[in-house]
């Protein structure tokens, strides 16, 4: 097993995450098994508990981790599947030493960083080793993103970590890439590579000399600043590779260190003989994103809509979903407090499709219900992720069925219908982190409904993160309405799909199928949904 590890320097947001997925792509189309790892230094034991302004989105994996957005970078751009020991936090860290300490683990001795919190994290490390090695299919290469910026105080025993890592490892098995930044000045009219220069500087202190130096930048490297940057931070000039700022996809990022030779830089350092990567059709995926025959407009309506790292899955898969129909996405990003506030018309009208997605609160709840009712009365393709799917609910309930004190108990308590109500096992919940319905779940399809035909097998298997569910105790009453239960859990309990009777195209599920969706395989539910949308734009 070799280990690439990745350390980011000057700011954050340099794009550690999309660098180390993209390696990891570049290395399975050289024929290798990859295993990729996100070891984020906050305290919160995991990002489940943080506000999307705070952190992003939470990813949920399939063992129902909630972790870091990057492990989403993780698994669209590879075929790893991860699981909760891909990401570690130094709230896990602490955790577990403090448990060992309590339990008397260390026989009475000072429990320090240095060596206990670093052992904890070395022994996590090997853990993903130990894990992908043991599979069906062995991994060859792990690649462990460390989070934040070099000269972080949360950081400092990460680094220490895996310099000790590093060393223990031996030459050869191991490779640090550091991704920084080189700012052009435009008073000064230049580049500049002080900043990379501090950054590795501070590396060194610990003992960190990295390899491969990843230059995020505006503009292109010439030779000067390569030769500057290879002298001032001790890497050979060929491993100073360009990460220049992506034109139109974050999918063109590999093609970008292709190009740069960074795969091959990576190989030889490690000493791995493979074949060269044949990247056509991650080239003809690129191709039909970029230069699409056709454009769609589509409205996502939610209360995160000014952070573009809120609904990253979301967005990711329904570029997936338009580069299947050879079509690029207009995205209108509404915000559903606007739209409560001035009406659905206003910011709906001539959309070719509407889009709820998932969330918490109370906030801009009545917007996301306006927009599912104008999705079912201008009879315009609808999906709704989550909360998306309990918004459609309500509405439902309220407009169709006349039940005007249709709600959810999450919004109101005290609701008169409660149409969504808490699950009964949630009732007791006291403590909120990792205590909701996550991970995997599979769902039994109804016959002849909208949700068979766009996924064409009966049983499914989905991602969850949620408290609330359909109460089925009003069931009955709102499908003599027209409303259709197309999905339920395999003991009958739990609703996890609905559809409408007589709307071209009305889908909203319990479940998050954005966590499923890859470049050149997009999710059932957005592929038939962008069918949809085109269809209505015809």
Same mark, same amino acid.
């Given at each position: 097993m070799k280990h690439i590890f990745v350390t980011g320097g000057v700011v954050s947001s340099l794009g550690k995450g999309l660098a180390a997925a993209s390696l990891g792509t570049l290395l399975e189309h050289r024929g290798l098994k990859v295993v990729l790892q996100k070891l984020d230094p906050y305290l919160n034991v995991d990002p489940g508990t943080m506000?999307?302004?705070?952190?992003?989105?939470?990813?949920?994996?399939?063992?129902? $981790?909630?972790?870091?957005?990057?492990?989403?970078? !993780? *698994?669209?751009?590879?075929?790893?599947?991860?699981?909760? $020991?891909?990401?570690?936090?130094?709230?896990?860290? !602490? *955790?577990?030493?403090l448990g060992k300490e309590r339990r008397g683990d260390y026989l009475g001795k000072t429990v320090q960083v240095i060596p206990h919190v670093t052992d904890e994290i070395k022994a996590r490390i090997r853990e993903i080793g130990t894990q992908a090695q043991a599979g069906p299919a062995s991994a060859d290469i792990c690649i462990t993103e460390i989070g934040g910026t070099t000269g972080d105080i949360e950081g400092l025993p990460f680094l220490e970590a895996i310099r000790q890592f590093i060393l223990e490892a031996g030459i050869g098995n191991t490779l640090l890439m550091h991704v920084t930044l080189v700012p052009f000045i435009k008073a000064a009219g230049e580049l500049k590579t002080k900043p990379t220069q501090q950054s590795v500087a501070k590396l060194r202190e610990i003992g960190l000399q990295p390899q491969v130096l990843i230059c995020r930048t505006e503009l292109p490297l010439n030779s000067e600043v390569r030769q500057k940057l290879s002298l001032f931070c001790n890497v050979p000039v060929e491993a100073v590779i360009e990460g220049r700022d992506v034109e139109n996809t974050i999918y063109e990022a590999p093609l970008m260190f292709q190009e740069e030779g960074l795969d091959t830089i990576v190989c030889r350092r490690l000493g791995l003989e493979t074949h060269e990567p044949d990247m056509t059709g991650w080239i003809r995926y690129v191709e039909r994103v970029v230069n699409p025959k056709k454009r769609v407009r589509v409205a996502v309506v939610g209360k995160y809509i000014e952070l573009q790292d809120a609904y990253k899955s979301i967005y990711e898969s329904l570029t997936h979903a338009g580069a299947a129909h050879d079509c690029g996405i207009d995205l209108v990003l509404v915000d559903a407090e606007d739209l409560e506030k001035e009406g659905a018309e206003k910011y709906l009208r001539g959309v070719a499709g509407v889009l709820v997605p998932g969330g918490f609160g109370d906030r801009g709840i009545e917007g996301k219900i306006d927009a599912a009712r104008f999705a079912r009365e201008s009879r315009t393709p609808f999906l709704g992720l989550c909360l998306g799917m309990q918004i459609a609910t309500i509405e439902f309930a309220r407009h169709v069925c006349g039940l005007e004190g249709a709600n959810s108990t999450e919004f109101d308590p005290e609701c008169k219908d409660p149409v969504i109500c808490i699950l009964e096992d949630q009732k007791d919940v006291t403590e909120k982190g990792a205590s909701m319905r996550l991970g995997t779940c599979p769902t039994v399809l109804g016959k002849n409904t909208l949700a068979?035909?766009?996924?064409?097998?009966?049983?499914?298997?989905?991602?969850?993160?949620?408290?609330?569910?359909?109460?089925?105790?009003?069931?009955?009453?709102?499908?003599?309405?027209?409303?259709v239960v197309s999905g339920l859990s395999p003991d009958g309990t739990l609703v996890e799909l609905i559809e409408l009777k007589n709307h071209p195209w009305f889908l909203a599920c319990q479940f998050h199928p954005e966590f499923q969706s890859k470049p050149n395989a997009p999710h059932p539910l957005f592929k038939g949904f962008l069918a949809a949308c085109l269809a209505h734009d015809s």
């Open positions: 506000s999307p302004f705070q952190h992003g989105e939470v990813y949920v994996l399939s063992d129902g $981790a909630e972790t870091d957005l990057d492990l989403g970078h !993780y *698994e669209r751009f590879t075929n790893c599947v991860l699981t909760r $020991a891909n990401n570690v936090t130094s709230g896990q860290i !602490y *955790e577990t030493v068979h035909q766009v996924y064409g097998r009966p049983e499914i298997l989905e991602r969850h993160r949620h408290r609330y569910e359909f109460n089925q105790a009003y069931r009955e009453q709102m499908e003599r309405r027209g409303f």
